[in-house]
């Protein structure tokens, strides 16, 4: 069977405008949420978020460009050119050329897709009472824009769609990515998520649910509160272990196994089944047992329930082995990506097996005696990792878990 | 008198639309779980309680326990709007 390895990473985050910068930042135990800015703000009782501060679209976009991009569009540019330098298969704005670029494609996750440019127009009809949008409104909001402005940048003409899992998207999308370069579909994918949510409208709705923290995400905490939204967006290049190897490419990581499974009992209250047989399904995708994975990036968004039947579904999986390794939220600081989270929470897992350092869980104050886990609590630590196991648990009961090895040659 | 009365009365139907049942089934001394409203069902009564007094409710669902609105019997759901509604009356 094909191999797949990761050979490039790119990142927009909270936490910082490049994987080195968010390296550094989750290495720093640093915590990016904060007052949020958007519009309207005295109108919402969630005030804080995990904004993408001192990001300049002229930067990066021409005037005529950014007509077309929405914020998370714009992200995953930014993200996506970042992790196509790094692989050394093309530039910006470079197309790939011949049969490669029919064989590679493009698959994302987000949840809100163009959020703010929703927002944005329905003012204009509905606050401002105007008769007419932007003629372009519909090509920025559409959730394939993303994964459209990625394609077109590098000339990818293979299998290309997005996925949109609310809160496991991402994890959906780079496990669709990873079978289609095993199943031979395709050589080369770049995949992750991208999100940009944090509008008025898009913060209102989360806030209905009365699952938002006020002070800060403090995952497994016994004194959590709830979920902070964040934006951004991790973008990847996986390509058929084969082709890296031929052409001499730096192999960050492989991606080893993926499961996926459905809850099937509740839109948005989290189950232990679901949970325990997506990360059965990824351990068994990676022919590797429980006791083999040293680390694992939790889905931990600061919820009451999620940490909790998170924390039982792993004891399902991995019984006692669980004692004896950590098992982090780096949600607790670039907050709650939505779809794009789990792309930004595979970086701590490339961290952890390329520089062996393992994120903590910041903002943690007191053990939940109902969560026996070692959340690494507030600073990262020293430790090799050599399998990592990424969750993502969505509403809707969709869960999705990758696993990823270290490489060390063949 | 009559205003506790009639807020009592509004806060009983709403949690008896949510529960399904005819209001003189919705009696303080029940707890919302004895009703067979789940936590969704808590989100909407919360919601169903803001709209129809026009109150902001403390509510977090992650935190159901702490101080802020008590939740605990449908009595004590009414006792604590009767203090939002005093309070906005202020």
């Not at chain 1, 919820?303 to 999986?317: G, H, I, M, S």
């Not at chain 2, 205003?3 to 008896?16: K, L, P, T």
């Not at chain 2, 969704?40 to 803001?50: A, H, P, Q, S």
Request: hydrophobic share 45%.
């Amino acid at each position: 069977m094909r191999r797949v390895a990761i050979t490039g990473a790119g990142t927009i985050n909270p936490l910082g405008h490049d994987v080195v910068q968010t390296y550094a930042a989750m290495q720093a135990g640093d915590c990016a949420i904060g007052p949020l800015t958007c519009r309207d703000l005295d109108r919402l009782s969630v005030q804080i978020g995990a904004e993408v501060r001192g990001f300049d679209p002229d930067a990066h976009f021409s005037r005529s460009a950014r007509t077309l991009l929405d914020r998370f569009s714009q992200f995953a540019l930014v993200a996506g050119r970042e992790a196509m330098v790094q692989s050394g298969l093309s530039a910006p704005g470079l197309a790939l050329s011949g049969d490669m670029a029919c064989r590679a494609g493009v698959v994302l996750g987000t949840a809100g897709g163009g959020n703010t440019t929703v927002d944005e127009n329905y003012r204009t009809v509905y606050e401002a009472g105007k008769n007419r949008v932007h003629p372009f409104v519909v090509p920025r909001l559409m959730h394939n824009a993303a994964t459209a402005q990625l394609a077109m940048e590098f000339g990818l003409k293979g299998p290309s769609y997005t996925v949109s899992t609310a809160c496991a998207s991402a994890n959906h999308a780079m496990g669709q990515a990873f079978h289609l370069i095993r199943g031979g579909a395709a050589d080369v994918m770049m995949t992750g998520g991208s999100e940009a949510m944090l509008c008025f409208g898009g913060i209102k709705a989360w806030e209905g649910l009365r699952v938002m923290a006020q002070d800060t995400c403090r995952p497994f905490s016994r004194d959590r509160s709830g979920m902070v939204q964040g934006e951004g967006s991790a973008v990847f290049v996986f390509e058929d272990m084969d082709h890296a190897l031929a052409r001499g490419a730096d192999i960050l990581a492989e991606v080893a196994g993926f499961g996926m499974s459905s809850d099937a009992s509740d839109i948005v209250m989290p189950d232990i089944d679901g949970p325990s047989r997506a990360m059965r399904a990824a351990l068994q995708d990676a022919g590797l047992p429980p006791d083999a994975v040293d680390y694992v990036n939790a889905h931990g968004t600061g919820t009451a329930a999620n940490d909790r039947v998170e924390a039982q579904a792993l004891r399902r999986v991995l019984g006692d082995h669980l004692d004896r390794i950590p098992v982090s939220s780096t949600k607790s600081m670039h907050g709650h990506l939505i779809g794009a989270t789990s792309a930004v929470e595979l970086l701590a897992g490339l961290m952890a097996l390329r520089e062996g350092v393992i994120a903590p869980t910041i903002n943690f104050s007191e053990a939940d005696p109902e969560i026996a886990l070692d959340v690494v609590p507030n600073q990262a630590r020293r430790g090799q990792v050599d399998v990592v196991m990424s969750n993502a648990f969505a509403f809707g009961g969709l869960n999705a878990v990758l696993i990823l090895k270290r490489w060390s040659g063949l | 008198m009559q205003q506790i009365d009639d807020i009592s009365e509004r806060v009983i139907a709403i949690i008896a639309e949510q529960a399904m049942l005819p209001v003189e089934e919705v009696t303080p001394d029940l707890q919302l779980s004895d009703l067979g409203i789940d936590s969704l069902g808590i989100v909407e009564c919360i919601f169903g309680i803001e709209e129809n007094f026009g109150i902001t409710v403390p509510f977090n669902a992650n935190t159901p326990d702490q101080p802020g609105f008590d939740i605990s019997s449908v009595g004590a759901i009414i006792a604590e709007v009767e203090k939002l509604v005093a309070r906005k009356a202020a």
